[in-house]
Each structure stands twice: as structure tokens, then as C-alpha cells.
């Protein structure tokens, strides 16, 4: 088997380039319509928050949620990169090892990730937290909360950036060690690396299980601080690994159409295609399963996340998500022949990519940015910046091994896969 | 029972068919054989392999099975069954209030309508596939070769009497890889 090297045309990187400064220019042009006032893209939120007496969110408030909303999107799926890599590895499955190094170069971007989050939340942690305020815990303040109070043990400043630091820490650790394995493999054979990755995908499943949990509930079920579901860890686990799913399956569509990966056949795009089908049913089944008991048992304290979704501002993303992450997926994607041709899964991992962008955004903007959020060019801006910024460092990633992983055992189980 | 005793006892029924049996050790010949048979222009009555054999159906040029299309429609009805039942039910027939819900509250039937959906669409699909391959109970299957469970793999060409050239056959098969080749008449 021979070796396949990537090589990124200049032309591809300076469009990467080019998305990044077009999300700059509409960031920018974003920020000065807001800080003018009002502006185009902000809609009627401003002023019915503005008639309803509250204070107006600021630009910077918006900035951050949209930073801290692409952050734990983008980390969230490269995350799901070196978790596809774990699975496969103890699952001893042969099928996937031909694109592998795909998922594997995902994990490129969880250091940035972990630099862009600390510093979000160094520096906009007041604007995306309630519950970092000082005063919601003194109890001579008029503004005192027994309830988050009550929660300082887990939530407070030095616990949540020790977690953050320590789940990043873990992540990058086993990311590498992964990495670093496989690719020793490539230049020196033998299965000695096949068991030790094995070993490793292990314990980074224990330790991906419990971290991406409590991942979960710090970075986004936190930000409604009052409110509470024992199903958030595997909701948000579930909306990163069909996101994943789709960007590994996508990015081995656009390789293959550009001539790479010449062994991965329709086989290989069947079963992915079927991950990505399979585990949008998943992420609907745990939609449903949160959606149903609260409002089933209607206790005011639960059902005021789905009442702060059903208002008029967020209505329409509310049904839309269950739109393009549902229904979709799971009418186009059901028969074989569309799981086997390239031009369906693109289009259904597009639409799955911008759904959970979405589904994130229901999640976080409800509660920071009430009836001011929008989407408008601070939110494209943004996404495009952080899309700019992962696909070089993904694509850098890509270039830096084979894409074929030359001297691992079950290549050529892969090569042969037949469904 | 010996066999000489069967082979009397078949031929005493009028309704008898002939059939030549290649048979194969090797599952990568017998892939190769059965293109090359069907080249030649001879039709496989059918091939007996003690396991799954991947690519099997495409060069058997067997079309794939329509199933899916039937679970679909089963679990369509089954889908359209639970919600018209439990609105009729719950909204017009014997309208209750149950924890403060509407009538007809769709949310509460979900996971009612997701069972009988899923329950329709696998009985739908094993009923379906009962009947069109006519399994039931009084089935009687002509076994070609016994080995054909064990660690052979049976190529079965049915005979018209008159027609088929017995020793091109013959040839053909053996020069494809096939280590025996055996007659057998069998009782349609």
C-alpha cells in the first residue's frame, strides 16, 4: 500500500484566508451597526426589550456569547475527532482505517480551542456567566441568589477554570499520544503501535465519557444557571458527534473528489453515511426524551428553558432545528443509494453542520441574549472566522501524514470492505 | 434410507428435474466460476455456500431485494395508525383530561406512535419476506449437497433434458475450478 500524501494548493489556503477576512470585515461592519444602534441585522428584539424596560445588550455581550458559541462548536467537533479514532481502535473495526487520518486531524484544533475559551472567559465570563457575579453569593446583597448560591461549590471561578484547564490538558494529551502512535506506525510497522493504541483509546474513553459530560453542563447548561437537566451531557455529546460525523464525512468527500483517498470506495461512504443517519435519530431521541418529561411534568423552574425557546424571537430556529436535524436527515439519508452517493451525504452534512450550529445557538442565546440576539453579521462574521481558522489548522493537519496509514494491521480488511 | 432406494422413489414421480452440481472448495474460484458460467451463457439455478459469500449477488446478477420499500410503507401505516388512533381515542371517542394536557396532545403520543411504527415495520417486513420467499412450516427443501453446510460451496445448473450438452457442461464447470461434478434429480 502505498503512501498518499496531501498537499494544499496555495489557492485553497488563501481562501481559507479569505473567510477569515470576510468574517473580520462582517464582524467589524457587525459591531459598528450595532454600537451605532439598533442596525439592520438586529431586528425587533431591541426594541421590545428596550419598551420592556430592560437594559440592551451590549456589542461586547454579543461578541463574546458568539465567540464562546463557535468555540465550544468547533472544539466540540474536533473533540469528536479523536473520540472517532478511540471507537474505532477499540472496537477493533477494520472498515474505517482508510480514512482515519481524517478524523484523527481534527484534533489539531483543540489547543486553540483551549486558548480561545480561556481567554473568552477570562475576559467575557461576567457577559456569558450569571453565576460569576460576586454579588449573587453575598448574602447582604439585595441581588443575593440562594439558589446559584447553593451551587458555589461546583460553580465558581477557580473550580471551572481548573476543569477547563484539566479537561483541555486531558484531551490534548491523548490527542497527541494517539497521534503520535499512529504515526510511528507509518515509519516503523509491526502491530506493537495497534495494541498500544488500543490500550489508549481506552482510557481516553473513560476520560472523554465523564469530561465531555461535565464539559457540557460547565460550558453551556451553566449559562442557564437556575435551570437543570440530568440529559444535557449526552444532548450536547450527541449534537457534537453527528457535527463530527458530518465533518469527517464531508471533508472525505471534498478529498476524494479532488483525487485522494483513491481506496475509499461507496462501502466506506455507506457506513458513514449510516453514522451520520443513525446518530441524528440519536440526538432527536434525546431531543425528544428532554423535551417530553419537562413538558410532560410542567414544574414551572423546568419548563421555563422550553418557554424562553417558544417565545416569538427564537419560534422559528426552535422548529428549524428539529427541521434540518431531523426530519431531513432521516427522509433523504433512509434508502441505500443515497448513503452511497456523494452529492446526498454533501448535501445532508451541510445542512446537519449549519442545524447543530443552530442547535448550539438555541442552547446558549436564550439565556444571555434574551430578545436581543440575532443573527446577523456579528454571527456570520464570527462563524466564518472560527471556520477559516479550523480548516487551516485541519488541512495543516491533514498534510503533516499520510493519508493512507501504511502499516496499520487492518488496511487491507479496510481496502476490501464490502457492505 | 440408501440411495438407490430415493432415486426410485423420485423417479416414480412424474415431476422430477435434473440438475448438474459443481461443486467448489474455494470461495474466490467459485466467484470467478460464476461469472465465467454466466458468460458462457448458462443459467445458475442456484448456489449453496455454508456462509455469506460478499459479492455473491452481484455476480449472480441478483437484483436487490425490495424489503426496504415495504418497511417503509409498514412503518408509514404504522406510524399513521398510532397517530389517528390515539387522536380518535383521546380527542373524539372518549375525550379525558390527563395532566392538564389538551385533548389531542401530540407530544405525549410520540413515543406510542415511534413503537408501532418500529413494531409495524418489522412484522410488516418478516411477514412480507415469509410469504415471498414461501417459508412455512410444511416447506420442504431439496438439499443438493449435505457438504454444501459444512465446506463446500454447490453450484446448481438445471438440465433440460435434450437441450444441455452434458459433457460441455461438464467441461466447463471442471475447467472453472470446480473439484466434483455430480448429477442429481430432485423431486420439484
Not at chain 1, 401 to 408: D, E, G, I, T
Request: net charge negative; hydrophobic share 55%; charged share 15%.
Amino acid at each position: 500500500m502505498t503512501e498518499e500524501r496531501l498537499i494544499i494548493p496555495r489557492k485553497t489556503i488563501n481562501k481559507f484566508f479569505l473567510t477569515i477576512a470576510v468574517g473580520v470585515i462582517l464582524l467589524i461592519l457587525g459591531i459598528i451597526l450595532m454600537a451605532a444602534g439598533g442596525g439592520a441585522d438586529h431586528g425587533e428584539g431591541h426594541g421590545e426589550a428596550a419598551a420592556a424596560g430592560h437594559e440592551a445588550a451590549s456589542w461586547t455581550k454579543r461578541l463574546f456569547m458568539n465567540l464562546w458559541l463557535n468555540n465550544v462548536y468547533f472544539t466540540g467537533i474536533s473533540l469528536i475527532g479523536v473520540f472517532f479514532v478511540a471507537v474505532q481502535y477499540v472496537a477493533y473495526a477494520g472498515w474505517s482505517v482508510l480514512i482515519k487520518r481524517v478524523s484523527e486531524a481534527m484534533g489539531y484544533y483543540l489547543p486553540i480551542g483551549f486558548g480561545v475559551m480561556l481567554l473568552v472567559f477570562l475576559f467575557g465570563g461576567h457577559d456569558i456567566f450569571h453565576w460569576t457575579h460576586d454579588y449573587l453569593y453575598d448574602i447582604n446583597d439585595e441581588r443575593y441568589d440562594p439558589i446559584i448560591a447553593g451551587k458555589s461549590g461546583y460553580l465558581n471561578f477557580w473550580f471551572f477554570l481548573i476543569r477547563m484547564i484539566i479537561f483541555f490538558a486531558l484531551w490534548i494529551l491523548f490527542f497527541n499520544w494517539l497521534r503520535r502512535n499512529s504515526i510511528n506506525e507509518d515509519l516503523q510497522g509491526g502491530t506493537s503501535f495497534y495494541h498500544k493504541s488500543i490500550r489508549i483509546s481506552a482510557m481516553f474513553l473513560v476520560v472523554f465519557g465523564v469530561s465531555s459530560s461535565m464539559a457540557a453542563w460547565d460550558w453551556v447548561l451553566s449559562i442557564d444557571t437556575h435551570w437543570f437537566s440530568t440529559m444535557f451531557g449526552w444532548y450536547v455529546f450527541a449534537s457534537w458527534f453527528v457535527s463530527g460525523l458530518s465533518v469527517i464525512t464531508l471533508t472525505v468527500i471534498i478529498l476524494k473528489q479532488n483525487g485522494y483517498l483513491k481506496l475509499v470506495n461507496a462501502n466506506h461512504l455507506h457506513d458513514l453515511g449510516k453514522f451520520v443517519f443513525a446518530f441524528s435519530i440519536f440526538w432527536t431521541y434525546i431531543w425528544f426524551s428532554q423535551f417530553m418529561l419537562i413538558w410532560y411534568a410542567n414544574i414551572p423552574e423546568e419548563s421555563i428553558y422550553f418557554l424562553d425557546r417558544l417565545d416569538d424571537h427564537y419560534t422559528w430556529i426552535f422548529f428549524t432545528n428539529l427541521l434540518i436535524n431531523f426530519v431531513f436527515p432521516f427522509l433523504v439519508l433512509m434508502t441505500r443509494d443515497a448513503k452511497r452517493q456523494m452529492i446526498m451525504l454533501k448535501i445532508v452534512t451541510i445542512a446537519i453542520l449549519i442545524g447543530h450550529w443552530l442547535d448550539f445557538y438555541l442552547m446558549m442565546m436564550p439565556g444571555t441574549m434574551r430578545g436581543d440576539a440575532g443573527i446577523g453579521f456579528i454571527e456570520i462574521g464570527t462563524t466564518l472566522i472560527f471556520l477559516g481558522v479550523f480548516l487551516l489548522v485541519f488541512t495543516k493537519g491533514l498534510t503533516k501524514a499520510s493519508l493512507v496509514p501504511v502499516n496499520h494491521p487492518f488496511l487491507e480488511e479496510s481496502v476490501h470492505h464490502h457492505v | 434410507m440408501a440411495p438407490h432406494l430415493s432415486l426410485t422413489l423420485i423417479h416414480l414421480i412424474a415431476m422430477n428435474k435434473k440438475f448438474v452440481l459443481g461443486i467448489y472448495d474455494d470461495e474466490d474460484v467459485l466467484l470467478e466460476a460464476i461469472e465465467n458460467v454466466r458468460a458462457a451463457g448458462t443459467k445458475i439455478y442456484d448456489v449453496f455456500s455454508p456462509y455469506p459469500v460478499h459479492g455473491i449477488d452481484d455476480v449472480l446478477g441478483i437484483k436487490r431485494s425490495r424489503l426496504p420499500i415495504i418497511a417503509f410503507f409498514c412503518g408509514l401505516f404504522g406510524t399513521s395508525f398510532a397517530l389517528w388512533m390515539q387522536i380518535w381515542m383521546l380527542g373524539f371517542d372518549w375525550p379525558m383530561i390527563i395532566g392538564g394536557k389538551p385533548h389531542i396532545a401530540i407530544p405525549a403520543f410520540i413515543p406510542v406512535t415511534f413503537e408501532l411504527t418500529v413494531l409495524c415495520a418489522a412484522f410488516g417486513m418478516v411477514i412480507t419476506f415469509f410469504i415471498v420467499s414461501k417459508l412455512k412450516p410444511s416447506l420442504k427443501v431439496n438439499v443438493f449437497d449435505k457438504r454444501a453446510t459444512d465446506d463446500k460451496f454447490v453450484m446448481a445448473i438445471e438440465v433440460n433434458e435434450g437441450v444441455t450438452d452434458m459433457n460441455a457442461l461438464n467441461d466447463l464447470l471442471r475447467s472453472n475450478g470446480a473439484i466434483e461434478v455430480n448429477e442429481k434429480e430432485v423431486i420439484k
